[in-house]
Structure formats: C-alpha cells, structure tokens
C-alpha cells in the first residue's frame, strides 16, 4: 500500500478499474520482492498469486523461472498481466475469482501469496475465513501461504501534512492520485484519494476512489488461519519505503 494515501481499484462502485492507476499508485514499489522470491524459492512448485493485479508480483515470479497462477476477481487487471506477459515472453495462467473462495480445480500450489494488504479488502471475517479454506485446499502439504499485512495505518483528515501524489505519465496524458484522507473506523481504515486525469490539451478530470482496508493483527489471522488447518511460521517484516508503509508478511504452513 502506498504510504501515500494508497491502494487503487477497490472502491466498490465499480465494477472494474482503469489499470493505470493501479500501476500509477502500486506498480512502481519492489520492496517486497525479493521475499516473494525467496519464499517461492524455498518451498519450489507451482506459485498462486492471489490479487495479482497487472502483475507486479507474478510477473517478477514467472521472470524467475516459476510456474505462476494469477487471481484476481478484475479480468479487465488479468488482462492486462496476460499482455505484459506476452510481451516480456513469460507464461502466466489467469483466473477471474473472488479471492473469498475459490476452487484451484487440480492445481496444487507450494505457494500461495497474497501481496499489499489484499487480504484487508475482503469484506469481514466469513470472507477471511473463506479464503483461508480455499488456500488450505489449494496449498501442497507443507507448503506456504503468506500474506503482506498492514496493522497500522497513519492517519491524517484535514489537517496535517498532505502526503505528495502518485504521478505518471502516459503518451502526453498526465495522471495524478492525490491522497486526501487516511481515516479511522471502527474495524479498518478509510483512504480517500483524488484522481486527476490531464489530457495533453491540459483538459482537467477528476474523480474520488475510495478504499477500506479491514483492521487485522498477526495473532488474530494466525487463529483464524490455524482454524482452516494451517499452521503459522516466523512473521517476516517488509520496512516501509519513501513511498509506501512497511508490512508484516503472516507465513502459514499448509
Ligand atoms: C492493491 S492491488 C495489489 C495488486 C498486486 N498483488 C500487487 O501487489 O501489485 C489489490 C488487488 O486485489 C484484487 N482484489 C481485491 N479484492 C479481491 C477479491 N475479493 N478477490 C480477488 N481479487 C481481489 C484487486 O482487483 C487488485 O488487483
């Protein structure tokens, strides 16, 4: 998630997103790669990427010589994925699904790994205890789940320093995601940002996204996971970065 004010995509009123701001707000950070790598490496099998996005992730894993499954509920994001991967030479198989059960059919996995706080967007416990069934069912004996989680957010509303935008620019148009507000809840967190799209004519749009991440804690997801049958490892630690916060990995064995 980006430090900034965050994560694109997921503000429930559509149905899929324009995936340039999914790259403009989270497809330039990298600090958790190399431990998706290391973790695909030590267990070795196939790798499930659950919430993949355009790629950021499975894309870096099938670069490495991994056999990678993306997820993710977006088939216009898969899309996307299908093209870079294409493009780059790499083969990476797609399913649309909902991340709050799923079927893997025969596929086996020895990773299955849930980056940037994806986990946080499924909405409430049965849909976490949903997803913890469905990657029990997906995962080899004795191999991994992992999860990238956020417990604490900063907060800020209207006062307090205002986080710099996400920029990027694409073929003369010019897009900016500016974080307005990081609120408290009483179960997660609200992140409101706006979205400017300049045309190369300097024509100015604008539109709101909002995200909720729901509040979670190691212990609690080590419970809540332990109930579907998988058992927890070390948590690894993920620093915060210039542009984005610092995570806790949660690692399950299956
Ligand atoms: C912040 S993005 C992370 C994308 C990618 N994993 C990365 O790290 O760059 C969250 C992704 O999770 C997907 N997503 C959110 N809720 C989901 C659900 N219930 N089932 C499947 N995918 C979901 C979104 O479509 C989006 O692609």
Known sequence: MSRKGVRPLETGRRKGSDPVWHDVECGRYAADLPLWAELAGAVGGRVLDVGAGAGRVALRLAAAGHDVTA?????????????????????????????????????????????????????????????????????????????????????FEDEGVIPLPDVAERDGWRYVSQPTAVRELPDGTRIERLRHTISPGGERTSEE????????????????????????????????TDDHVGSEVVVLRG
């Open 71 to 155: 997820l993710d509920r977006d088939a216009g994001l898969l899309a996307v994925l299908r093209a870079r991967a294409n493009a780059a030479g790499l083969r990476v198989d797609t399913v649309v699904a909902d991340a709050a059960g799923f079927g893997a059919g025969e596929a086996r996995f020895g990773l299955v790994a849930v980056p940037m706080q994806t986990i946080q967007l499924l909405p409430g416990a049965d849909a976490c205890a949903a997803f913890f069934a469905s990657a029990r069912r997906a995962v080899v004996p004795g191999g991994l789940v992992a999860l990238a989680i956020a417990e604490e957010l900063e907060s």
């Open 209 to 240: 996204d909002v995200i909720v991440l729901a509040r979670v804690t190691v212990a609690g997801l080590h419970a809540e996971a332990a109930a579907a049958g998988l058992q927890p490892e070390a948590t690894r630690h993920i620093d915060p």
